[in-house]
């Protein structure tokens, strides 16, 4: 069971060049989130999926796009990166809103240099 | 604009003793609290979730809410040197889609 899986694990960017972090979940699990973590600030979530046909804005969606492929994939996209981008990225699905636990992939490493 | 409070840290205890870890919400309507534990290099993991007022343990864990107070905490009994860690508040404010709103989390250094 592989639970969250991400992709790529580490990655270095050009400014201004383009790329997108890849999550899949296979837990069946209805809600899905982005989520970056930088020192001293915890986990700020970017976009998150309800459900699969709908995104929401997180508290940092500035600079990211997102798409809920299907119930399983949920894709963030840096159109063009920047420097303050520089993060750890996770992935997170759970089944549903009714309060159970969310499941974290093991991260993606940007950096923007 | 909903906040989870949490003291950075670092809170260093001598190994064997209980590390008291504490976290205060804003959201008077909050539902679900959940206890976090991530290893520097690695994503979060569940060690506990609470839902009703007082104490629920598993293991040296024991997790405590009080809804009146706006207050959960983490004690860890026995601490190891392997519990170093940070520990994440998260609450879930809503029984709605909101997603969960994390605190930012206090380290723990458990010294041998």
């Known amino acids: 069971n592989a639970g969250v899986t991400q992709t790529p694990k580490f990655q270095v960017l050009k400014t201004g060049q383009s790329m997108t972090l890849q999550c899949a979940q296979d837990m069946n699990h209805n809600s899905m989130y982005w989520y970056r973590q930088d020192p001293g600030m915890g986990l700020r979530l970017i976009y998150y999926s309800a459900s699969e046909g709908t995104t929401d804005k997180g508290e940092v969606p500035n600079g990211y796009n997102v798409s809920r492929l299907n119930k399983r994939e949920f894709s963030l996209r840096l159109e063009s990166a920047a420097p303050s981008q520089t993060s750890v990225y996770f992935c997170?699905?759970?089944?549903?809103?009714?309060?159970?636990?969310?499941?974290f992939g093991e991260g993606s490493w940007l950096t923007v240099v | 604009q909903k906040e989870v409070e949490q003291n950075s840290g670092p809170l260093s205890v001598p190994e064997g003793a209980i590390a008291s870890l504490n976290c205060t919400y804003s959201d008077r309507g909050s539902q679900s609290f959940f206890w976090y534990r991530q290893y520097s290099g690695k994503s979060p993991e569940l060690i506990m979730s609470?839902?009703?007022?007082g104490d629920k343990e598993d293991g040296r864990f024991t997790a405590q809410l009080n809804k009146a107070s706006q207050y959960v905490s983490l004690l860890i009994r026995d601490s190891q040197p392997s519990d170093s860690a940070t520990y994440l508040c998260?609450?879930?404010?809503?029984?709605?889609?909101?997603?969960?709103?994390f605190g930012k989390g206090t380290r723990l250094s458990v010294i041998a």
């Open positions: 997170a699905s759970r089944r549903g809103a009714d309060g159970n636990t969310i499941y």
């Open positions: 609470i839902y009703s007022n």
């Open positions: 998260a609450v879930n404010t809503d029984s709605g889609n909101t997603p969960l709103v």
